[in-house]
């Protein structure tokens, strides 16, 4: 039954029976308050590069059933949710969603090597491709030379936190915060000051800011502090509460809301290496709560993060490490194995992409350096992959990608 009404002001029922033919056609250009998302049908799935697209806008791909949905919208940093029944999501990185990266890895700083010991710092920044397996290229030098520093990224630029240099009683620790841009090869800048100077530390990245955690100051003394700066903005440095432990040597992993940083040591000099996992968040100033354990005690490994979890690569557990342990970035648990490196190795350093994990140079012996990348598979648990060298073998240096 159907109601309308006539024009002397009277309700005419009509009933179904009574409606017959077509619709004129009628131009819907003047109806408001109608909205609803843009879907973009096609056979392939979106990538970070798929602009042109607005938050909220539908990407079906006809040929696997999938549907996405765009939840950052920023010139060839997108990001899409898969909301269909399968899994994985296209993310441009931590100004979008998580720490990944997709065009490239940077190896920034570092230690090298002469046979018996360290020979000279490293200045320089190595990029390497994600797509291609080849030898890194230079891609610009940091302000100062350094070992043991960390690093953080954001969608457009790399930054590289503290560090030390020397040895024994004539050893420093560094205070600076460097910032290269990832588009174009060009030597840092200086981007800020860290509250307290240390080495050895862990870097983590949310959405806009970078963290350094945990590391060794001038006196060999551990740190327990967590240091948050701003990427968009210079000299902005304060203080984000603590570790649950002073430690340094641990690696520094991400999820899109925590940082976390897995193992380390708690004695520069000793194999005091620890399992503990810990975690805090990004959002609020507090110290550092437990999160589970390493499948056993190790330091100077490489970090790791996907979408959901964090892997551990290599390091020193009194020997030389090939495990890839990872755990979940939401549920408190002990970590499992998934593969192994092509090579044992400690201080080695991780670089996340958006399926793959990358691990850069290291040590494989005493006064050994190494110049290999590997990457293996987040979605199998298999022995890594060589995937070209660096431009110089090289240990303890910070990592970042793009």
């Known amino acids: 039954m159907a109601l309308t009404q006539a024009k002397d002001g009277n309700i005419v029922s009509l009933d179904s029976s009574q409606l017959f033919g077509k619709l004129p056609n009628m131009n819907g250009a003047t ?3 109608i909205t609803s998302p843009s879907v973009h049908k096609t056979n392939s799935d979106p990538t970070i590069d798929s602009n042109g697209y607005s938050l909220g806008d539908l990407w079906a791909n006809y040929s696997n059933g999938t549907l996405w949905v765009c939840t950052h919208v920023e010139t060839g940093a997108n990001s899409w949710n898969n909301v269909g029944t399968r899994s994985g999501h296209v993310n441009a990185g931590s100004g979008a969603f998580g720490i990944q990266g997709t065009i490239s890895g940077f190896t920034s700083g570092g230690l090298i090597g002469n046979g018996s010991q360290f020979s000279h710092y490293v200045m320089a ?5 994600f797509s291609s397996n080849t030898t890194a290229s230079d891609h610009g030098d940091l302000t ?7 690093g953080s990224s954001s969608t457009t630029h790399g930054f590289t936190s503290g560090g030390s240099r020397g040895t024994g009683t004539s050893r420093f620790a560094v205070t600076r915060t460097d910032k290269f841009t990832f ?6 800048t200086e981007h800020n000051e860290l509250v307290l100077a240390r080495g ?29 700066f701003s990427f968009a903005a210079a000299n902005t440095i304060a203080d984000h509460g603590n570790l649950s432990v002073s430690k340094g040597y641990g690696s520094g992993l991400s999820s899109e809301t925590q940082g976390f940083i897995s193992g380390g040591a708690t004695n520069i000099g000793a194999n005091n290496h620890i399992s503990t996992i810990d975690k805090f968040d ?16 190790r330091s100077q490994s490489a970090g790791i993060s996907s979408m959901t979890s964090g892997y551990t ?12 342990d990872y755990f979940n970035f939401s549920s408190n648990t002990t970590a499992a194995s998934h593969g192994d490196l092509s090579v044992a190795r400690n201080e080695c350093t991780g670089h996340s992409h958006t399926t793959k994990g990358y691990i850069s140079g290291g040590k494989t012996g005493i006064g050994v350096y190494s110049s290999v990348i590997d990457y293996f598979d987040y979605s199998s648990n298999t022995t890594a992959t060589d995937h070209g060298d660096l431009s110089v073998a090289r240990s303890l240096s910070a990592g970042t990608q793009y």
């Open 31 to 33: 109806l408001t308050g």
């Open 125 to 129: 920044t190595d990029k390497f491709d």
């Open 144 to 150: 100062k030379n350094r070992m043991g520093a960390s």
């Open 183 to 188: 588009a174009s090869a060009a030597n840092s």
């Open 200 to 228: 050895m530390t862990a870097g983590h990245s949310s959405k806009t800011h970078g963290y350094v955690s945990g590391g060794f100051a001038v006196s060999d003394a551990l740190s327990d502090s967590i240091d948050k």
């Open 282 to 297: 990004f959002s609020s100033n507090t110290t550092a709560a437990p999160h589970g354990n390493l499948s056993g005690n």
């Open 313 to 324: 690569a290599g390091g020193n557990t009194g020997n030389y490490s090939s495990v890839i």
